[in-house]
């Protein structure tokens, strides 16, 4: 017995994951990890099931309609939802403010 858990190479959730993209040759389903462009924080983004593509939640995209590949992680919209100037002027869209709203107070706690 001795000796014999070193033998056991331990894997980090993101070695598991490259491994298993690598299997299947896809991403699909498996979340992404991603660097924050406001606090440049590394987080993942979950894939979301209805609409079969990652998360746009986190997308500074989706929020601004702006042009833009950036990532957000979620104590960031948080930050941003907590400052409503910023807030505001970030994002324009009614529908958008209501949804960041609702993931900020829901998911976040
Ligand atoms: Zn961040």
């Known amino acids: 017995m ?5 033998e056991l190479k331990k894997f980090s959730d993101e070695e598991l994951l490259a491994e298993i993209i690598s299997r299947s ?31 746009k939640l986190h997308s500074w995209e989706y929020w601004t309609d702006k042009k833009t590949k950036d990532k957000i992680c979620g104590s960031c919209l948080r930050s941003l939802y907590s400052n409503k100037s910023d807030f505001w002027t970030s994002v324009k869209d009614l529908k958008k403010r209501k949804i960041l709203s609702g993931y900020v107070s829901n998911i976040l706690g």
């Open 2 to 6: 001795k000796g014999k858990n070193k």
């Open 25 to 55: 040759g896809s991403t699909k389903g498996l979340p992404t990890k991603t660097k924050c462009f406001k606090c440049s924080k590394d987080f993942w983004i979950k894939w979301n099931q209805t609409t079969q593509v990652p998360s």
